[in-house]
Nanobody
Framework: QMQLVESGGGSVQAGGSLRLSCVFS???????IYWFRQAPGKEREGVAS????????SYSDSVKGRFTISLDAAKNTLYLQMNSLKPEDTAIYYC?????????????????????WGRGTQVTVSS
């Protein structure tokens, strides 16, 4: 049974850092794992993706240069290191994955459909 469990959220002041974790369970390492977020009253936003076959990553423009996605395959854990946090980063952060992709790359972050989702972890950044 597929399961994704996020942790590491919390409250931090602007300029601070947090590291989110997502522990996932699946019979094999899925090709693509993602971080999304959703702020109150806003649409879900793709934050970062990790293509496990070659380690390539992609980021939304809003977090590029501040956030880093990484994977510890031995621990089945995906991370999101978030630095220089801003109040506009406040949201529920979700881990998601695709168990099948075409074309040798992850789906674009603007595409919000994914095969499996976690329940999310809250991140609050105060000014």
């Amino acid at each position: 049974q597929m399961q994704l469990v996020e942790s590491g959220g919390g409250s931090v002041q602007a300029g601070g850092s947090l590291r989110l974790s997502c522990v996932f369970s699946y019979p094999y390492l899925p090709p693509c794992i993602y971080w999304f977020r959703q702020a109150p009253g806003k649409e879900r936003e793709g934050v970062a993706s990790f293509y496990t076959r070659d380690g390539s990553t992609s980021y939304s423009d809003s977090v590029k240069g501040r956030f880093t996605i990484s994977l510890d395959a031995a621990k089945n854990t995906l991370y999101l290191q978030m630095n220089s946090l801003k109040p506009e980063d406040t949201a529920i952060y979700y881990c998601a994955m695709d168990v099948y992709v075409v074309g040798g790359s992850c789906r674009p972050l603007r595409d919000h459909e994914r095969d499996y989702w976690g329940r999310g972890t809250q991140v609050t950044v105060s000014s």
